[in-house]
């Protein structure tokens, strides 16, 4: 029975949320990285673009470590270290691509070194697409600020480097087999799971 008129026979649920799991909060901490990483290099590449614009003359290079590495200021058409001239468009429409798809496998990031290759590739794919839509000639069709010359074989910039980096460093991931979702927290348990079976079965 009840003790007093209009007093549950339970007791009533706090409306207290509850805490989000470990592997939510994880992958939380790994966007974060990864949109840090991102803004950071985007933040250097245009940072240094400006500096370069600002500081060099077109046709006049200037050592920086003897001839091997020279700083020259031109205007890119084409792609990464003055490849692809012609097709601006549709290196324009590739690093849109690229920009949706690391927007989509960030949801999916499970491992820091994957946040940290992705933040890299994004920084520099919006670095260099910044360029092709807010410069001139026009929009989609803008010139890339290059200005770091690697002994006269290619011209190229921060951004480049960022993508680079994060293509060698994804092809170092992919070789010791650290997927891109990394060890989940469902993965443990099955591990653990699977260990204590085999414990009782001795």
Known sequence: MQDETGTPLTPSLQSTPAPAPDHVQGRSRLFALLVGVGLLTLAL???SKLWALATLTPGEPRDLLGPVVRLNLIRNAGAAFSLGDGVTWLLTIVALGIVVWVGRA???????WWAVTLGMLLG???????DRILREPGF??????DFIDYAGLFIGNIADIAIVAAAVFGALLAMRGIPLEGVTHGRHEADHVVQDEEGDHV
């Open 45 to 47: 590449d245009q940072g």
């Open 106 to 112: 960030a949801r999916r990031v499970g491992h820091p």
């Open 124 to 130: 520099g794919a919006i670095g260099n697409l910044l």
């Open 140 to 145: 989609g069709r803008g010139h890339v600020v």
